[in-house]
């Protein structure tokens, strides 16, 4: 007979790591987390090696299922899987949270069995968000849709939360000040500006972007300044793609300018 390593009591259950504990030893351990609301995906370890088990481990003992609802709640879901996320029930009265596939056009709450729209987190209707779905942010990669027309977009995924702004034709992510400029007209009702213009022939050291309208090419000094979320009104030598600090005398031996 094995003996647990915490209490040193005889034991036959043993981790995938060859080590030996008492199930209700590990419970325990966990528990302690749990109660202090300290849990984290880390804390699913051996104590001895460090190697990490699943929370399914506990699956027949009395803390499963706070387990598993502390987990959603605290977004601490262990092998989430790229394609996968953790959202919010749509409906009102409802707290509960669960995972869905990032494709899914629309998902049924398990608890309150309400089923809506993933895009527009309203209740679900065979045509209200399917005929407007443009693409997918360029933040997350979820799809998204359009309303009455309005080319600039704002993704309200679980992981943009209403903070990424982007156009609906050419995709840039874009600032909330940019709601009219970025288009024809100054109208987000238009084509935007960059379907017009022609992208830079080089690409902003910082960034990479050739997107015009963010980053200028300064040709005779052969530099450019950027305005991308990135970049945020950074200085470039084009010839050797340092970043040039304000007040600076930049001395690159192939540049023009020294």
């Known amino acids: 007979m094995n003996q647990c390593?915490?209490?040193?009591?005889?034991?036959e259950f043993r981790l995938n790591c060859q080590h030996y504990y008492c199930l209700k030893c590990l419970v325990n351990m966990i528990q302690v987390k749990l109660k202090a609301l300290q849990l984290t995906t880390d804390d699913y370890k051996c104590p001895e090696?460090?190697?990490k088990f699943s929370v399914e481990l506990f699956k027949n003992t009395e803390i499963y299922?706070?387990?598993?609802?502390?987990s959603l709640k605290h977004n601490c879901i262990e092998n989430l899987n790229d394609d996968e996320m953790i959202v919010d029930c749509g409906h009102d009265d409802c707290n509960n949270k669960f995972i869905v596939s990032k494709?899914?056009?629309y998902s049924r709450?398990?608890?309150?069995?309400?089923?809506?729209?993933?895009n527009c987190r309203k209740?679900?209707?065979s045509k209200c968000c399917?005929?407007?779905?443009?693409g997918k942010c360029p933040r997350?990669?979820?799809q998204v849709f359009k309303e009455e027309g309005c080319n600039f977009l704002k993704c309200q995924s679980q992981y943009c939360k209403g903070q990424v702004y982007f156009c609906g034709i050419c995709f840039l992510i874009l600032k909330k000040e940019d709601h009219y400029s970025h288009f024809i007209d100054n109208n987000p009702y238009n084509a935007c500006r960059i379907g017009k213009i022609k992208p830079n022939k080089q690409k902003c050291p910082g960034c990479l972007t050739l997107n015009p309208l963010q980053c200028q090419i300064i040709e005779n000094l052969n530099q450019c300044y950027c305005k991308s979320n990135v970049c945020k009104e950074s200085l470039y030598c084009l010839n050797c793609s340092k970043k040039i600090q304000k007040n600076e005398a930049h001395e690159c031996k192939q540049c023009s300018i020294m």
Do not use: G, H, R, W
């Open 5 to 11: 390593l915490i209490c040193f009591e005889d034991t």
């Open 49 to 51: 090696c460090k190697s």
């Open 65 to 70: 299922n706070d387990l598993i609802e502390y």
């Open 103 to 105: 494709n899914a056009k």
């Open 109 to 118: 709450c398990p608890v309150c069995k309400q089923i809506y729209c993933l």
């Open 123 to 125: 209740p679900y209707e």
């Open 130 to 134: 399917q005929q407007s779905i443009t």
């Open 140 to 142: 997350c990669k979820i």
